[in-house]
């Protein structure tokens, strides 16, 4: 089993940045892919991004695609989410997740492990 836990969340004026962390535990995910999801009020969750297991390669959502950055550190077993240019649109709860296939996908189903969430507000 993998265990996640988001930090790094907060209020944050609008162009702001922020920086989340997952970090795992129970197993090492340096063979999983790892996304991060939101969920805004309201909303259902979506895709923001992902990042394959080596770090080589990145995949954005077009609405954060050039703000948003995924970068990992596997021997510290953690991914990060750098958000800069913040909007107020970005206002949501963040989830890391953890995909046994090392290469990137989007889809939730794809997801086998989750972390509880973290909030990111973005006030205006």
């Known amino acids: 089993q993998v265990q996640l836990v988001e930090s790094g969340g907060g209020l944050v004026q609008v162009g702001g940045s922020l920086r989340l962390s997952c970090a795992a535990s129970?197993?090492?995910?340096?063979?999983?892919?790892m996304g991060w999801f939101r969920q805004a009020p309201g909303k259902e969750r979506e895709f923001a991004g992902a990042?394959?297991?080596?770090?080589?390669?990145?995949y954005y959502e077009d609405s954060v695609k050039g703000r948003f950055t995924i970068s990992r550190d596997n021997a510290k077993n953690t991914v990060y989410l750098q958000m800069n240019s913040l909007k107020p649109e970005d206002t949501a709860v963040y989830y890391c997740?953890?995909?046994?296939?090392?290469?990137?996908?989007?889809?939730?189903?794809?997801?086998?492990?989750w972390g509880q969430g973290t909030q990111v507000t973005v006030s205006s």
């Open positions: 990042i394959d297991w080596s770090g080589g390669s990145t």
């Open positions: 997740a953890a995909s046994v296939n090392p290469v990137i996908r989007a889809a939730e189903s794809q997801y086998q492990y």
């Open positions: 129970g197993r090492n995910i340096g063979s999983y892919a």
